[in-house]
Structures are given as C-alpha cells and as structure tokens.
C-alpha cells in the first residue's frame, strides 16, 4: 500500500469513495475503535467513528457517532473540521476520500460501541503509528488535530452544513462573515488557527467551489472584509446581464434549478423583450425550481412548470438553456444541479443553446478537492427496506456549454489560468492530503 500522499498513485476522480471519520476526544486523548468481523472493510483494524457518506458530511459525522458510539449532540460537541484528505489503498483497489471531524466528549457521558466494534482505546495522537490500523489513519487524523476554533465558530459551520435554502453565493458569504467573526476573538490567535478554520469552512459543503474560492482569497486579503462581499454582489449583476444580453432574441427559454444570477437574467429579459416563456423543471427532490417558478410568476413572467423527466421534451420546443453554477473544477468541468449533465447533453443534440452563468469567484482554487454533495436521503424516500442515494450535484465539461459567461464575458482557458495561479497564492491549499480531484458519486458498499 502506497503512502496517501504518493505521486504514483492516480485514480479516476469518478471512482473514490467519500467517507468521514470522527476523533472522539477526552483528556488529549483520542477514541480508537476495533472494527468487527461483521463489517465490510478492515476487519480488526483500528479506525475512528467512520461511515460512509449519504449526506453533507458534518451531518453525516452527527449520525456516525449516535450509531457507532451511542453519542446524542448533546453528548459530544465539535471541536474540529478537518480539510478532504485522499487515502488510497492500492493493494486492495480502495481509493478514498476522507472528511475528518474531531468531537470533545463532555464530562460524565460513555461511549456504548454496537456490532461494528469489538473493542475500545482511548490513546495519545503522537502514539497513533504505533497501532494497527486502517489505512492513511494519520494523516486523517493530522488533518484535524489537536481541536481548536469556538463554540461560535462551529455554531456557524453547523448553520452552513444544514441550509438546503440557499445558493453557494450566500452561504459563501456567510462562511466569509463566520471566519471574519472567528478573527477576532482570542481563539483566532492559536497556531494556524485561521487558516484552519478558513479549511474547516471551505470543506463543509463539497460541491460549492465558491466557499474555498472565497476564503482563499480571504486568507490572501485579511483586511478586505467590505470589498470582498461587494465585489461578489457586483460581479452577480455584472453576469446576469451578460446573460440577459444572450436571451434577448430567444422566445422560450428552459432552466433548471434555482440560481439566483439566472433569476434575474430571466427578469431582465422580460422587462426588455415583454414576452417570452419560461420552463421550469421542478428540481426534485427539494423542489427548488417550484419556488423558482412561483416567484418568475409572481414577477409577471409567463411560466410553464414542468417534473425533471420532462426537460428532454422541453428542449425541443426551448430557443435556448440557462443554467447557474456551483463550481468549476481543476479538470474544467462545471459543478450544478444533479441532472444539469443530461441537460446540457439532450441539448448538443437537438442543437439548442445551453448557457451557463458562473461568476468567476466560483472557479474553484487549483487543489482544493470538489466533490460531488449528497443530501439526506429521506428528502427522496423514508422507507427502511430500500437504501435510497440522493446526490445533489453533478459535473459537466465546460466544453459542451455552448457559452459559459463570468462577470467580464465569456470563459476562456486563458481567464481560467489566470484565476487559477492568483489563488495558487493562498495558502488554502498547502495541505498533504489535498490534490486536484472532482471526487464522483458510485455507489458505496451497503456496509461501512
């Protein structure tokens, strides 16, 4: 098995498994568990509370403690998030990519293990290489410890990971106004403690390049709290109105998803044109582009609501395609909605123009990892026989667009360059176990 870090191993960014792994901790001590006979992987290794991930990966931290160690939120509270970490097991064909968490177990409360373990240790970080176990555990663990930040701090990574509401932008801008606030207080003033909460930050939300974009450059420009967020609004409207321009001779226009730059390329192309339709995909399972569709409505345009499977019928009657963006990644492909790829497809075919708007602070820092995010699965179905997978974002190649528009015009490899090298300045990045991988969404074993 080669080293997390080697530069021999490469795997396909589609084929990796996301999984977390969180470090209870209790007097500088760390909880190491002995995994079953019963489980899947790494029988008799030792590991932290690990699982796969079928949700954001601070909520699915939560669910792996109340099942593996019997902890309530009350019983362990956050004292760490750790940047995406890539392990990879080249003897057995394993290829991982790991959130690391690190959790405080409050006075007075036990672990109560279930049939994934067979026995428990509570050990010193420094003394991890000297046990058996799962593979790259150190550097998953070097990742996230010791345990810094504030209850403030980690109150607002919480708020980030649970909001389902709003676009990346948004919670861009809240991830900037958490770290800004965490800055100031005493905690800010530990070794590193910064830049590891701008990581903790960037890595709540794994498909939203626009958060690690943003507290890259914050990192590089600790004074430009104002400027920043107005700097992101501007380029909003800046390309919004690049869109508007490319609609203008189009009568019907398809969207799909909720994208506020979108939202109001759309209205200005009413306010200019006073015609026109618009077809709204709902956007399952959250319904997304319901709510898109009402407020359009609400605004006078005339809309027409359609379920997702439609869009193919959708488009051959659409005089073009607008879409928004999460991210773009290192290997050039854009980050949206999970169904925009077969969208953007369907559309090369009948030769309907797919635009995208992506400002160009959602160009993600070359070598910070983008993955593609599930959501809780409940939000499709809630019965306990099926196991229901809910990614919410997919990837398509920025060549298939017929134009991608940023706030200063259409993308090109040469601004893409640019971008690029301004934030390989940051030191957001200069992490071991970070590399240029848009992580992929296969289907994990049934059985951590």
Not at 241 to 255: D, E
Request: aromatic fraction near 6%; charge should be neutral.
């Amino acid at each position: 098995m080669r080293s997390p870090r080697s530069e021999q191993t490469r795997v396909d960014a589609l084929s990796r498994t996301p999984v977390v792994t969180c470090f209870l901790e209790r007097k500088e001590r760390v909880l190491l568990l002995r995994r079953s006979d019963r489980v899947g992987t790494y029988r008799g290794k030792l590991a932290g509370v690990a699982g796969y991930v079928e949700r954001v990966p601070l909520e699915q931290a939560y669910v792996e403690i109340g099942e593996e160690v019997g902890l309530s939120e009350g019983d362990a509270r956050l004292e760490g998030v750790g940047p995406p970490t890539l392990v990879d097991d080249d003897e057995k064909g394993r290829h991982w990519i790991v959130y690391p968490f690190v959790f405080g177990l409050r006075s007075g409360r036990e672990v109560t293990t279930n049939w994934e373990t067979m026995e428990c240790r509570w050990i010193r970080p420094e003394a991890l290489g000297e046990h058996d176990t799962v593979p790259g555990l150190e550097a998953v663990l070097r990742a996230v410890w010791p345990p810094f930040g504030s209850a403030r701090l980690w109150r607002a990574a919480r708020r980030i990971a649970q909001d389902r509401v709003s676009g990346s932008t948004h919670l861009a801008v809240e991830a900037l106004r958490a770290w800004w606030g965490f800055a100031r207080t005493r905690e800010a003033y530990a070794p590193d403690a910064r830049l590891r909460a701008a990581r903790a930050l960037a890595a709540l939300r794994p498909s939203m390049g626009v958060i690690a974009h943003a507290l890259a450059v914050a990192l590089m420009h600790p004074d430009a709290e104002t400027g920043l967020e107005q700097s992101m609004a501007d380029a909003a409207t800046a390309c919004a109105m690049l869109g508007t321009k490319h609609l203008l001779r189009a009568r019907r226009v398809v969207t799909y998803s909720a994208s506020s730059v979108c939202e109001r390329a759309l209205r200005t192309w009413h306010a200019l044109t006073g015609e026109g339709e618009v077809i709204v995909a709902e956007s399952r399972p959250k319904l997304e582009g319901t709510a898109l569709a009402e407020r359009l409505a609400k605004a006078g345009l005339r809309v027409r609501l359609i379920t997702d499977a439609q869009i193919g019928l959708a488009l051959r009657e659409a005089d073009a395609m607008l879409v928004g963006a999460d991210a773009i990644t290192d290997d050039d492909r854009l980050v949206n909605k999970v169904g925009t790829e077969v969208a953007v497809t369907v559309s090369r075919q009948l030769g309907v123009p797919a635009y995208a708007l992506c400002q160009t602070h959602k160009i993600a820092p070359p070598g910070w990892l983008i993955a593609l995010e599930r959501q809780e699965p409940t939000d499709v179905h809630d019965a306990s026989d099926v196991r229901v997978q809910n990614i919410a974002f997919d990837a398509t190649p920025l060549s298939w667009f017929t134009q991608v528009f940023t706030e200063s015009g259409p993308l090109t490899k040469r601004r893409l360059r640019e971008v690029r090298a301004d934030l390989a300045q940051s030191p957001l990045m200069l992490w071991e176990g970070l590399q240029p991988r848009t992580v992929g969404a296969e289907a994990p074993p049934t059985t951590a």
